[in-house]
């Protein structure tokens, strides 16, 4: 079950161990008791992991999840050797605290330009080995797991698909205006009835709750972050007037404009 959109998810790596790996036929994982996460993506080929004794038979495109405090083997197949990229590594909640993944054992990933992208650039500063090398790719493996759990579906969020996320583009570049669902299905190239399922799907939102979600979150950042006032904010963010920005601030937050600065500061 996808986790709810309004929950701040925060997954922080230290990655002991990275490597791309072209498995030669007799490549094996003796039987060891791990204290770290493993995550292993699958390029192709075929093989096997052995978690806690359990077999499980594992090829292109299948992402390998295993906990600290489990039994891990693994081997891959003679005829069909596994090309891979893995990471063994700690990981931190935003409050510094042990924490896991919401990924099972075995996940299969649809093909993913974008993960495939963001992996190659995490070998090539591996390799580089430069002072912003384990910053860079710290960064950049947080962004596999954001990919990975919004493409799996276990949690909702635009940047699952790219329309959803042109979408929001667009509500951004024309926030001080209203906007209606059909210029933004003309600009993303959908029907507006379509947006509306993708929108749905993908944030669990309509799109006029997701543009108004945008709006209300740039608000609130500028009356904290800028120091604008709540009329300033009503009017800059597309409402018609303060009152219906209050109004509609206070149903999606469940606190009023005026207090944003007290309450996030």
Avoid at 116 to 134: G, M, N, Y
């Amino acid at each position: 079950m996808a986790k709810t959109v309004h929950e701040d998810l925060f997954f922080l790596p230290k990655v002991d161990y990275f490597v791309h790996r072209v498995c030669t036929p007799d490549w094996v994982i003796d039987r060891q008791l791990i204290d770290f996460h493993d995550l292993t993506y699958v390029v192709e080929g075929q093989g096997e992991y052995i978690v806690d004794d359990v077999a499980y038979p594992v090829s292109q495109g299948d992402l390998i999840y295993i906990k600290p405090g489990s039994w891990r083997e693994a081997s891959t197949s003679t005829e069909k050797p596994m090309t891979l990229f893995a990471f063994n590594m700690k990981l931190q909640d935003a409050n510094c605290q042990p924490t896991t993944l919401p990924l099972p054992l075995i996940s299969k990933l649809e093909h993913n330009p974008k993960v495939d992208h963001l992996l190659e650039r995490i070998k090539q500063h591996v390799a580089l080995r430069e002072a912003t090398s384990v910053m860079l790719t710290t960064a950049l493996l947080m962004e596999v797991i954001s990919e990975i759990l919004l493409t799996t579906g276990l949690v909702q969020g635009s940047g699952s698909d790219p329309r959803v996320q042109k979408a929001a583009a667009f509500v951004m570049e024309n926030i001080h205006r209203h906007i209606s669902a059909g210029e933004i299905g003309a600009a993303v190239g959908v029907h507006p009835g379509y947006l509306n399922k993708l929108t749905m799907k993908n944030t669990g939102k309509t799109v006029s709750r997701f543009i108004t979600n945008i709006r209300v979150n740039m608000a609130e950042d500028a009356i904290v972050y800028e120091g604008i006032s709540v009329s300033e904010a009503a009017s800059r963010f597309g409402f018609s007037d303060i009152y219906h920005f209050s109004k509609v601030f206070k149903k999606n937050k469940g606190y009023p404009p005026s207090t944003a600065k007290t309450l996030l500061r």
